[in-house]
């Protein structure tokens, strides 16, 4: 275990925050049920945004943290996305 270990809470509230400022909406609005095509319309460009925001802010933390271009078709939720950085970054 990361003796640096981010908190699956805290990821959350980095991807709300991202999104938030990517899709100009309110932070508190993002559930982690919601898919971030159908329920939050974003499109691609922001979602490759998403993936920048993440990649700086947890790799901060985490060195040498990314997100891998073939696991991004899996990441279609808001969970999806919290677990996968929750996974990757404390490994």
């Avoid at 991202?18 to 899709?23: F, P």
């Avoid at 499109?43 to 060195?63: K, Y």
């Amino acid at each position: 275990m990361a003796a640096n270990k981010i908190e699956r809470d805290e990821i959350l509230r980095i991807v709300r925050d991202s999104l938030s400022d990517i899709l100009e909406i309110e932070p508190d609005t993002i559930s982690e049920g919601q898919s971030f095509v159908d329920d939050l319309d974003a499109d691609s460009l922001a979602l490759i945004e998403l993936v920048e925001a993440l990649e700086e802010q947890v790799g901060e933390r985490a060195a040498d943290f990314r997100i891998e271009d073939e696991d991004l078709e899996d990441l279609k939720t808001v969970r999806d996305a919290v677990d996968y950085v929750f996974e990757n970054a404390n490994d």
